[in-house]
Nanobody, 118 residues
Framework: QVQLVESGGGLVQPGGSLRLSCAAS????????TGWYRQAPGKQRELVAS???????NYADSVKGRFAISRDGAMNTVYLQMNGLNHEDTAVYYC????????????WGQGTQVTVSS
């Protein structure tokens, strides 16, 4: 079993920055991709950024050039650096760990609130 704990959310003014962290613990045998998702009130959860086991990253169009996903070498901690935040970025952000081999298993964190407001 894998546990994910997110941190780093909070209240920030428009144009500001935050860095989210997702610490994984537990048995992590296999290959994993990691992603950050977000869910705003009344909206579906959406992918913000992801990084594969091989290090390939992918971003939603709405955050390209502003957000950056990274991880430590062992993938025990994944980060989301968020710059140039605006009101549309307000949401609960969830860390996702997807084991892709030898079988597919999804793990989710509890979520961390990001509020962009003046």
């Amino acid at each position: 079993q894998v546990q994910l704990v997110e941190s780093g959310g909070g209240l920030v003014q428009p144009g500001g920055s935050l860095r989210l962290s997702c610490a994984a613990s537990g048995s992590m045998s296999g290959l994993y991709d990691t992603g950050w998702y977000r869910q705003a009130p009344g909206k579906q959860r959406e992918l913000v950024a992801s990084i594969t086991n091989s290090g390939r990253s992918n971003y939603a169009d709405s955050v390209k050039g502003r957000f950056a996903i990274s991880r430590d070498g062992a993938m025990n901690t994944v980060y989301l650096q968020m710059n140039g935040l605006n009101h549309e970025d307000t949401a609960v952000y969830y860390c996702n760990l997807k084991r892709t081999w030898p079988s597919i298993i999804d793990y989710w964190g509890q979520g961390t609130q990001v509020t962009v407001s003046s």
